[in-house]
């Protein structure tokens, strides 16, 4: 199964990571502001799992620790803006944008510069 997995293109990889690791913050947020109860206490679990999900599938890149971080910073900022908007109806201002630009160039320099 772990090879089925390591066959998925890396960037494949880590999409579904930073999905899971900003759906299940966004979630965790959401049930600790707007929820009681059992309703808490089952949608904590399930940020739970999607925070390890994110970590699994993070660690099953095949790609030096330090390249993929460069990648994943990158992906997982485009992600967080995805997921902040559908969560929570927030639109990123020119210095998120103008940042977001500056994160993303380095994630690619990171990950992509040989040296």
Same mark, same amino acid.
């Given at each position: 199964? %772990?090879? !089925? %997995?390591q066959s998925i293109p890396t960037i494949i990889l880590l999409i579904i +990571? @930073? =999905? $899971?690791?900003?759906? &299940?913050?966004?979630?965790?947020?959401?049930?600790?502001? *707007?929820? @009681? &109860? @059992?309703?808490? /206490? #089952?949608?904590?679990?399930? #940020?739970?799992?999607?925070?390890?999900?994110?970590?699994?599938?993070? *660690?099953?890149?095949?790609?030096?620790? &330090?390249?993929?971080?460069? !990648?994943?910073? +990158?992906?997982?900022?485009?992600?967080?803006?995805? %997921? =902040?908007? /559908? =969560?929570?109806? =927030?639109?990123?201002? @020119?210095?998120?944008?103008? #940042?977001? %630009? $500056?994160?993303?160039? &380095?994630?690619?320099?990171?990950?992509?510069?040989?040296?």
């Amino acid at each position: 199964m %772990i090879k !089925l %997995i390591q066959s998925i293109p890396t960037i494949i990889l880590l999409i579904i +990571a @930073t =999905s $899971l690791e900003v759906g &299940g913050d966004a979630l965790i947020r959401k049930c600790i502001h *707007n929820y @009681t &109860g @059992t309703i808490r /206490i #089952g949608y904590g679990i399930i #940020g739970v799992l999607m925070l390890f999900g994110y970590a699994f599938f993070l *660690n099953l890149a095949p790609v030096e620790f &330090g390249k993929i971080v460069g !990648l994943y910073i +990158a992906t997982l900022f485009v992600m967080w803006q995805v %997921i =902040s908007y /559908i =969560s929570f109806k =927030s639109v990123p201002g @020119t210095p998120v944008i103008l #940042g977001g %630009i $500056l994160i993303v160039a &380095g994630g690619l320099i990171v990950t992509f510069w040989e040296k």
